[in-house]
C-alpha cells in the first residue's frame, strides 16, 4: 500500500488564497497575469519579446546580459540585443538597447570579451575595450532567395559596455555559401595566444583562430557523425575548465540545437575533449557520441540557448552559465502579454570526471543565492508514517521563492514523486523511478497548457547517470518555473509552467515502506 509523505502543507497560505478566490473569476483579473507569471528572481526583459542570452561578460564589478530581444512586440522580430547589469546576478537593470539592426540586417546571436590586451586596437593605448562578435541576418536577401544572408560582424565599446559602435569593416567574416551561419562565441585561448571562435553552421561547428578579434582564420570543423542531429546547430560554446579536483584541464564544446532535443524541441548537447590549438577531439568514450547520447546539459525542456559569461573571476574549475528558459515549440505562444520568456538561474559548471573516466558536466545554481536563501527549517533522518504532516499547517513559506534540498537513500523499484499542486487542482508531477533509473516531469495538469499541444505532449524524461544509492535533490521554484538539480548537479532538469492560481503546496510520495529523508533543508528566498 502506498505511503503518502507530505512534505509540506501550506494550508494558511492555501488559506489567504480562498480568501481573495471568493472575489470570483474577477480574481486573475484582478490578480493579473504580469503578477501571477511574471518571475521573482528570473530575468524577463521589461517589456517584450527574449531569446537567447547574448554578449555575457563581467567587468568592474558588473555582470552583463545581453540578449536577443524584438522590443516591439511580444513574438520574434527584427533582433536587436536588449542590455541589462547586475552586481549579484540577483538584482537586475534593464539598460537602453545596446544593439539595434541596421542596413546589413537583424542582430542574432553571438558573445563578448573584454579585451584586456588592446589585441584589436579599437581603444586608445592603455584602455579596454569591449569587443562583441554577432550575426547579421539579412532578411531582406533571405526573402529574396539567397542563401548566404548570414555573416558575422563586430560592435565594441570603449566605456564598460553601456554603448556600442559597430566596427567600419563589418561583416569580418563573410557568408561561405552556408545557410544558418551564425551564434560566434569567442574565448581567449591563454596557451597558444590567440582568440578562438566557434559558430554554428548548420550540422556542426566551425572554430576560427584569430590574434586581433578582427581577421579570423578557419582552424577546423566539428560535428560529423557526432552527437544528436535532429535539427539544425545553434548558439556553441567552447572553453577550457580544469576537471574538478585534479590538475587536468579539459576543453568543452556546448552545442544546442533545434529541434531534436531530448525531449523534444530545442536543447543543449555538450562534448568534452583535447584541443590543440587548432583541433578539438572528443575523448574516447565520447568518440562514437550516438544521437540518443546522455551528455545532455538540461534534460527538461526549458534551457536553451546558453553560453558562459566571459571574465569572470571564477577558479578555473567553474564556469558561469545562463539558458533561455523557453523552446521554440512553444515559446512564442506562452500564455504573458507584457513580456515573453525568461532565463534560467545563472549556473554555475564544473567538469567531473567519473569512476568509470567518462567525463559529466554538472550544473549547479550560482552561489550568489546563498546569500539570499534564508533557512526555515533544517531537518535529518525523517523517518515516513502513512499520512504523516511534516510541516505544521501554519507554515508561512511562499512557493513562488523557494528553494528545497533534500537527500533521499533510495532502493530499487520504487517511485518518489513530488507533487507541486494548488487547491484549483493543478499540479506538476516529478521525481524518480528507480525501476528504470528515470527522473521524470509531467506538466500535463499543471494549470494553462492548450496555447500548444507541445507544451504538455509527453512527460519529459532524463536517464540517471550516477550510481550513488543516496540522491540528492536540489529545488528551485519560481512562480513559472522550477530547476531540478539532481545529484549535485550531474543531471538537471528545468521546465516552465503556468498554473491558475499560485502553487501552494509540495508534497512527496513514495511506494516505499519505511522511508526515510536522510536531510531536508527548506529555504525562503528573501530578495530586494
Ligand atoms: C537560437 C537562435 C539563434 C539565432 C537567434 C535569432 O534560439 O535561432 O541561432 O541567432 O536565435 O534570434
Redesign the pocket.
Known amino acids: 500500500m502506498k505511503k503518502f509523505l507530505c512534505l509540506f502543507l501550506l494550508s494558511q497560505f492555501m488559506m489567504s488564497w480562498s480568501q481573495t478566490q471568493s472575489a470570483g473569476s474577477d480574481l486573475n483579473n484582478s490578480l493579473g497575469e504580469e503578477e501571477l507569471y511574471r518571475p521573482n528572481f528570473h530575468f524577463t526583459p521589461e517589456q517584450n519579446w527574449m ?2 542570452p547574448n554578449g555575457m561578460f563581467f567587468y568592474e564589478g558588473q555582470y552583463h546580459l545581453f540578449f ?1 530581444h524584438y522590443p516591439d512586440g511580444n513574438t ?1 522580430g527584427p ?1 536587436h540585443w536588449g542590455h541589462a547589469t547586475s552586481e549579484n546576478l540577483l538584482d537586475w537593470d534593464e539598460k537602453p538597447i545596446a544593439i539595434y539592426p541596421d542596413e546589413l540586417g ?1 542582430i ?3 558573445s563578448a570579451v573584454v579585451d584586456l590586451e588592446n589585441t584589436s586596437g579599437l581603444a586608445e593605448d592603455g584602455e579596454t575595450p569591449i569587443i562583441a562578435m554577432f ?1 547579421y ?1 539579412d532578411a531582406e536577401a533571405e526573402k529574396n532567395g539567397s542563401t548566404t544572408f548570414q555573416s558575422q560582424a563586430i560592435a565594441y565599446s570603449l566605456d564598460q559596455g553601456q554603448t556600442w559602435k559597430k566596427y567600419d569593416g563589418n561583416p569580418v567574416i563573410k557568408n561561405p555559401g552556408i545557410r ?1 551561419f ?2 560566434p562565441k569567442i574565448q581567449w585561448d591563454e596557451l597558444n595566444e590567440q582568440w578562438i571562435m566557434v559558430l ?1 553552421a548548420q550540422d556542426k561547428s566551425l572554430f576560427y583562430t584569430s590574434k586581433n578579434l578582427t581577421d579570423w582564420e578557419l582552424a577546423f570543423e566539428f560535428g560529423n557523425k557526432i552527437g544528436a542531429h535532429g535539427g ?1 546547430w ?2 556553441p560554446d567552447f572553453f577550457p575548465i580544469q576537471v574538478k579536483d585534479s590538475n587536468e584541464t579539459k576543453w568543452v564544446l556546448i552545442q ?1 540545437l ?1 529541434p531534436g532535443a531530448y525531449n523534444g524541441g ?1 536543447g543543449t548537447q555538450y562534448f568534452v575533449g583535447d584541443f590543440d590549438g587548432k583541433n578539438f577531439t572528443p575523448v574516447a568514450d565520447q568518440k562514437n557520441l550516438e544521437a540518443n547520447h546522455t551528455y545532455w546539459l538540461d534534460f527538461g525542456k526549458d534551457n ?2 546558453g553560453v558562459t559569461w566571459a571574465n569572470t573571476n571564477m577558479k578555473e574549475d567553474h564556469k558561469l552559465f545562463i539558458g ?1 528558459m523557453s523552446n ?1 515549440q512553444y515559446a512564442e505562444k506562452v500564455p504573458t502579454t507584457k513580456w515573453r520568456s525568461s532565463m534560467t538561474f545563472p549556473r554555475e559548471l564544473t567538469l567531473v570526471k567519473k569512476e568509470d573516466s567518462s567525463y559529466r558536466l554538472f550544473s549547479e545554481p550560482a552561489n550568489q543565492i546563498d546569500k539570499i536563501s534564508k533557512q526555515k527549517r533544517q531537518e535529518s533522518k525523517i523517518k515516513s508514517a502513512e499520512n504523516t504532516l511534516l510541516l505544521a499547517d501554519d507554515s508561512k513559506f511562499e512557493m513562488d521563492k523557494l528553494r528545497v534540498k533534500l537527500k533521499v537513500t533510495i532502493s530499487g523499484n520504487k517511485r518518489y514523486t513530488f507533487n507541486l499542486s494548488n487547491d484549483q487542482g493543478d499540479s506538476l508531477v516529478f521525481g524518480f523511478h528507480s525501476a528504470d533509473n528515470t527522473f521524470f516531469i509531467d506538466r500535463s495538469k499543471s494549470g494553462k497548457i492548450n496555447f500548444s499541444e507541445k507544451f504538455a505532449e509527453k512527460i519529459s524524461t532524463a536517464p540517471r547517470t550516477s550510481d550513488d544509492d543516496l540522491l540528492e535533490v536540489e529545488i528551485l521554484l519560481d512562480k513559472t518555473s522550477i530547476e531540478l538539480f539532481y545529484d549535485e548537479g550531474e543531471t538537471v532538469m528545468t521546465e516552465i509552467f503556468f498554473p491558475n492560481s499560485p502553487m501552494t503546496q509540495l508534497e512527496l510520495i513514495t511506494s516505499e515502506d519505511n522511508f526515510t529523508i536522510e536531510d531536508l533543508n527548506i529555504y525562503q528566498l528573501e530578495l530586494n
Do not use: I
Request: one cysteine or more; charged letters at 20%; proline letters at 0%.
Open positions: 531569446n537567447d536577443q520574434w533582433m537583424y542574432f546571436s553571438g550575426t541576418h544558418d551564425r551564434d554554428a539544425v545553434e548558439c544546442s533545434n530545442s536553451y540557448a533561455w521554440w
